[in-house]
T-cell receptor
Framework: GDSVTQMEGPVTLSEEAFLTINCTYT??????LFWYVQYPGEGLQLLLK?????DKGSNKGFEATYRKETTSFHLEKGSVQVSDSAVYFC??????????????FGTGTKLQVIP | KAGVTQTPRYLIKTRGQQVTLSCSPI?????VSWYQQTPGQGLQFLFE???????NKGNFPGRFSGRQFSNSRSEMNVSTLELGDSALYLC???????????????FGNGTRLTVT
């Protein structure tokens, strides 16, 4: 079945540091890939997405590139801010089995940015 | 445009009781999915409804059920509550096929259920 593996947290960075959160996936077909972010006390919000190989998703300074050859979708940001502190979820959507799309989430990576 | 609304925000119930959670999707969205979020298990898919029909179901016991109304609003019911059902229950809506690249999920803020 489909699966998403992302790096264990928590990740603690100083403000303005470079961020990378690793994400790899296993899927039977050609999935769409997503990063969602969850701020304390809230639900998940879509951060960015990519729907095919070599696509780059970007939003709010974050970006991730769909790498089919390495089955990866790593999240990066050049300079993090305290307001980026949240839990980040990598996810995939694959409709190749059974005809219905299903979203599979990773376990989440908690990011803490200190001033 | 209003987002996904979940009610109530917090619930405290006793073992053996039942509970109903409500979700109003974004206007125009026809698909509603439910997830259970716990620190140990992360996000677990419960089920998905589209046009009042359950289209997909996760690996949860029959005590967990749901339904969707003609206006796309959805309810989730848990009967005979157990301590392990304590979790944040998240509802998500999407315009078309759940979570597809062109129809990503939009989440509500969740209902925090505590079973004592």
């Amino acid at each position: 079945g489909d699966s998403v593996t992302q790096m264990e947290g928590p990740v603690t960075l100083s403000e303005e540091a470079f961020l990378t959160i690793n994400c790899t996936y296993t899927a039977t077909g050609y999935p769409s890939l997503f990063w969602y972010v969850q701020y304390p006390g809230e639900g998940l919000q879509l951060l960015l997405k990519a729907t095919k190989a070599d696509d780059k998703g970007s939003n709010k300074g974050f970006e991730a590139t769909y790498r089919k050859e390495t089955t990866s979708f790593h999240l990066e940001k050049g300079s993090v801010q305290v307001s980026d502190s949240a839990v980040y979820f990598c996810a995939l959507s694959d409709g190749s089995s059974g005809g219905y799309q299903k979203v599979t989430f990773g376990t989440g990576t908690k990011l803490q940015v200190i001033p | 445009k209003a987002g996904v609304t979940q009610t109530p925000r917090y619930l405290i119930k006793t073992r053996g009781q039942q509970v109903t959670l409500s979700c109003s999707p974004i206007s125009g969205h026809r698909s509603v999915s439910w997830y259970q979020q716990t620190p140990g298990q992360g996000l677990q898919f419960l089920f998905e409804y589209f046009s009042e029909t359950q289209r997909n179901k996760g690996n949860f016991p029959g005590r967990f059920s749901g339904r969707q109304f003609s206006n796309s609003r959805s309810e989730m019911n848990v009967s005979t509550l157990e301590l392990g059902d304590s979790a944040l229950y998240l509802c998500a809506s999407s315009l078309g096929w759940t979570g597809s690249g062109n129809s990503p999920l939009h989440f509500g803020n969740g209902t925090r259920l505590t079973v004592t």
